[in-house]
């Protein structure tokens, strides 16, 4: 029992609630890592969503609401940590949404399918088959799906994927709290921040956003400078905390 006045609540309920579901098979083992390294960089950006993060995160609702055809791609933690963010975001923007996993088994998939479901989600299930360039179970997306996409979005992505989609001519939108990372400078767009944090905000977005704000934002979208302004924040935190 985690006590609700502990410093780190927020936290630890989450871990909790990742853990558990590891243990029934949604969450993988390896995704637990890849949440302690997301949580290390959240440190950095001090846990709060930054100026930077909220213009990434708008200007990926202006990709969303005009794409032709988008999807948004859930893997185990996404599906545990946000299903009911994705249903919204799902209405908001209209995107399909599949789930796409490294740790790939057909048990797996159905277990994310059925609890996105539970929470909403109306998710675009059947036949996958191996479209994309990859040697691991990444590879798997269906042809009227991820495959037809022309913008996806990718919350906790791997490099590989995110770097493939890329070359097929896709804009991919990834949501990593890594600046570093392969995904976050192969991305079309990141947004460094959490990913329980981002959706709301590129939801809320698409609600919002005119025809003529899409435009601007799309024409001067700049990665680059998205990553360059979450590594300063980073930088100058650091720096700051240890003066
Ligand atoms: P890459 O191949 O892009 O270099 P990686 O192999 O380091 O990435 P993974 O292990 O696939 O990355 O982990 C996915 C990424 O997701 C990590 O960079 C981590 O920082 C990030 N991440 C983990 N949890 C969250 C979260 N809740 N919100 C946003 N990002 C997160």
Redesign the pocket.
């Known amino acids: 029992m985690i006590p609700k006045n502990h410093p780190r609540y927020k936290s630890l309920v989450t871990r909790e609630h990742l853990a558990e579901n590891a243990r029934s098979g949604i969450v993988s083992w390896?995704g637990l890592?890849?949440?302690?390294?997301?949580?290390?960089?959240?440190y950095l950006i001090g846990e709060k969503t930054s100026e930077s993060a909220r213009r990434a995160a708008r200007t990926a609702a202006a990709l969303l609401r005009t794409a032709r055809h988008p999807v948004i791609s859930v893997n185990g933690?996404?599906a545990v940590?946000a299903a009911q963010k994705i249903a919204l975001l799902q209405k908001v923007s209209g995107a399909l949404v599949e789930v796409n996993l490294?740790h790939r088994t057909s048990e797996r998939v159905q277990q994310i399918e059925t609890l996105l479901r539970n929470a909403g989600v109306d998710v675009f299930s059947g036949n996958a088959e191996r479209l994309l360039p990859l040697s691991h179970d990444r590879a798997f997306c269906r042809r009227e799906g991820m495959y037809a996409a022309d913008v996806v979005l990718v919350?906790?992505?791997?490099?590989?994927r995110?770097g493939v989609l890329v070359a097929m001519g896709k804009k991919v939108i990834?949501?990593?709290?890594?600046p570093?990372?392969?995904?976050?400078?192969?991305a079309t767009l990141t947004i460094?921040?959490?990913?329980?944090?981002?959706l709301p905000l590129i939801a809320e977005a698409c609600a919002s956003i005119t025809g003529e704000e899409c435009r601007d934002l799309i024409a001067t979208l700049d990665n680059p400078a998205f990553l360059r302004e979450a590594r300063d924040e980073m930088a100058a935190r650091l720096c700051h905390a240890l003066d």
């Open positions: 390896e890592i890849s949440h302690g390294r997301g949580e290390a960089f959240d933690n996404t940590l490294f919350p906790l992505e791997d490099g590989d995110c990834a949501i990593d709290l890594n570093l990372s392969r995904t976050a400078k192969t460094v921040d959490d990913v329980t944090r981002a």
